[in-house]
């Protein structure tokens, strides 16, 4: 024990401190929300890897309806790292929210599979559609008022920016 | 783990020495290669990685519109406006050094002799410091950079003392230094205390260069680096 004189009481000051740490680490959020990171605005889809970890997943098809670069760019890191690219002209609009693991997002009863696209939940609310897919471990929900046929497309041509 | 180290040590009551020694260069170091580990520095790290995220605490708010960060930014001024007026007032790579005042009473013989094997103990130091002392540099915006700096060259200057001690009487060394005390004028209060503390160490024995076994500091330096990039 004499080898090791002192690494006892350095390893109980050490415990005690990072757990210490670790709960204002924790609890700081839960007592001034305004310090949990998230939304976030991200200037380029170029960007989003950076500031998320991952990289983008959407629609290679894009119709010129909506413009062509995104109006929106947000990452959120908790509770799950989720990434939300929005475009927009005039009144067609498309969003698609990546979100990285976690449980499938909640969808109404009525949804069902969109045809011809494996993994998916589709619904509609008024003249927007849902469509909720799964692609290598993100769940990635497309929101837009563009046609069926449009958001088939999307699905279809999902892919890593 | 500046908190850590801080603690432990004076749990301990670590006498000057060695192992001191050993462990400041460790918290001026060790941020330094942590820092400069890749993505370390990303949010999503921070907040789904890290054991600790301070950007959480930075963004508190407090008064108005300032939060903790700008609390901190202040502070970190404040350590780099220090260094900057400690180069003006002592030089940057003046440490260790033996500053004698003016009005200091003739020294004997002997005492002439043991300072200049201290002022050779100095000069066999001072490649180690200047190098330390850059690494500070880098660190000036942080405080306990500046404090585990200060706090190494006065352990170097107490090493100096000891060696310059061997073969000699260390009350001859102690006297010299409270001759340089007693002309020291009030107002610099560190210096005095500086060569207060190293009289105190000398008439106790000299530094303790086996407080605490090799194995410890290893282990101690092992678990810092492997915890401290957790912690951003």
């Known amino acids: 024990m004499d080898r090791v004189r002192g690494l006892l009481s350095f390893g109980l000051i050490a415990v005690a401190v990072l757990v210490v740490l670790r709960l204002v680490s924790l609890t700081v959020p839960m007592v001034v929300p305004g310090t949990q990171p998230g939304p976030i605005a991200v200037a380029r889809l170029d960007d989003v890897r950076d500031r998320i970890g991952f990289a983008p997943i959407v629609p290679a098809y894009r119709p010129a309806t909506l413009g062509s670069k995104p109006v929106s760019i947000l990452v959120v890191h908790n509770p799950s790292p989720t990434l939300i690219v929005a475009w927009r002209e005039g009144d067609a609009y498309l969003s698609i929210t990546q979100r990285r693991g976690g449980p499938k997002p909640d969808a109404p009863a009525g949804a069902v599979p969109l045809p011809d696209v494996p993994e998916s939940t589709w619904w509609t609310t008024g003249a927007e559609h849902h469509l909720i897919v799964s692609r290598v471990g993100f769940w990635i929900e497309i929101t837009t008022n563009l046609p069926v046929n449009d958001l088939k497309r999307f699905a279809d041509t999902l892919a890593l920016y | ?232």
């Not at chain 2, 008064?63 to 970190?76: K, S």
């Not at chain 2, 010299?176 to 007693?182: E, F, W």
């Not at chain 2, 000299?206 to 990039?229: E, K």
């Open chain 2, 1 to 232: 783990m500046g908190l850590i180290l801080y603690i432990w040590v004076h749990r301990l009551r670590l006498p000057s020495g060695r192992t001191k020694r050993y462990l400041l260069v460790l918290l001026l170091v060790l941020p330094l290669l942590t820092a400069a580990i890749p993505g370390r520095g990303s949010i999503e790290f921070g907040e789904s990685i890290a054991w600790f995220n301070s950007a959480r605490l930075l963004a508190i708010p407090l008064i108005g519109r300032l939060h903790m960060a700008n609390l901190v930014v202040a502070i970190a001024a404040l350590s780099v406006a220090v260094t900057v007026w400690q180069i003006a007032r002592y030089g940057g790579f003046g440490r260790p050094r033996l500053m004698v005042p003016d009005g200091l009473p003739p020294l004997s013989p002997d005492e002439s002799d043991v300072v200049a094997a201290i002022q050779r103990a100095y000069a066999q130091e001072r490649v180690k410091v200047i190098a330390l002392y850059l690494i500070r540099l880098v660190q000036s915006y942080n405080p306990v950079a500046l404090w585990a700096f200060r706090d190494y060259a006065f352990e170097a200057e107490v090493s100096c003392d000891a060696r310059a001690v061997v073969g000699r009487d260390p009350q001859v060394l102690a006297r010299v230094l409270l001759k340089i005390y007693q002309a020291t004028p009030h107002r610099d209060g560190p210096g005095r205390n500086r060569l207060r503390r190293r009289v105190d160490v000398l008439l106790a024995g000299g530094p303790d260069d086996a407080a605490l076994p090799t194995t410890t500091v290893v282990a101690v330096a092992i678990f810092m680096l492997m915890v401290l990039p957790w912690i951003v």
